[in-house]
T-cell receptor
Framework: GEDVEQSLFLSVREGDSSVINCTYT??????LYWYKQEPGAGLQLLTY?????DMKQDQRLTVLLNKKDKHLSLRIADTQTGDSAIYFC??????????????FGQGTTLQVKP | SQTIHQWPATLVQPVGSPLSLECTVE??????LYWYRQAAGRGLQLLFY??????ISSEVPQNLSASRPQDRQFILSSKKLLLSDSGFYLC?????????FGPGTRLTVL
């Protein structure tokens, strides 16, 4: 079945790089996404990558996609205390083009220590 | 630009009382709409989605129902709330693949 797995917790020091990892099961997914959720707020779309790309960079964020291993990662350079949040990985599985349904991971809580 | 609104932001209700949460989207037409519940700040559970007016698909059997009376309005309801209905309810919209989320409603059932 469709599944997205993430580690639950990551702690880094301010100024270090953070790497949040995700594995997914549907190799035919069209897009893969990273969302950020701050406490008490909705999910904010951070970035997404099309499945025929290997890498996407947007300022401090770098997304790497390994289709062979079905592995997605989000690297945050120069992590700041404002980056503390829950990060969700999501995929758009096969057959979802009409409904727009996404499959979400359980979220990784990023703790940034000053 | 598109915006999505949810209200109320927070709600405290007694067990057995009715519920109505509202979600509206501006700046787009014929969006797909979604209701999620998030327990204890963790994963998202998709409750309902809608691809058009009056079209509702339920993902899990539960004490809740959804309706879409207008193109950009999505309502989550219950006739009698249970303690287990407590959580953070998120509405989202999409045009093709990408979903955009509202600010959420924190529901506490006592």
């Amino acid at each position: 079945g469709e599944d997205v797995e993430q580690s639950l917790f990551l702690s880094v020091r301010e100024g270090d790089s953070s790497v949040i990892n995700c594995t997914y099961t549907d190799s035919s997914s069209t897009y893969l996404y990273w969302y950020k959720q701050e406490p008490g707020a909705g999910l904010q779309l951070l970035t997404y990558i099309f499945s025929n790309m290997d890498m996407k960079q947007d300022q401090r964020l770098t997304v790497l996609l390994n289709k062979k291993d079905k592995h997605l990662s989000l690297r945050i350079a120069d992590t700041q205390t404002g980056d503390s949040a829950i990060y969700f990985c999501a995929e758009s599985p096969r057959g979802s083009s009409n409904t727009g349904k996404l499959i979400f991971g359980q979220g990784t809580t990023l703790q940034v220590k000053p | 630009s598109q915006t999505i609104h949810q209200w109320p932001a927070t709600l405290v209700q007694p067990v057995g009382s009715p519920l109505s949460l509202e979600c509206t989207v501006e700046g787009t037409s014929n969006p797909n709409l979604y209701w999620y519940r998030q327990a204890a700040g963790r994963g998202l559970q998709l409750l309902f989605y809608s691809v058009g007016i009056g079209q509702i698909s339920s993902e899990v059997p539960q004490n809740l129902s959804a309706s879409r009376p207008q193109d950009r309005q999505f309502i989550l309801s219950s006739k009698k709330l249970l303690l287990s209905d407590s959580g953070f309810y998120l509405c989202a919209w999409s045009s093709v693949d990408t979903q955009y989320f509202g600010p959420g409603t924190r529901l506490t059932v006592l």
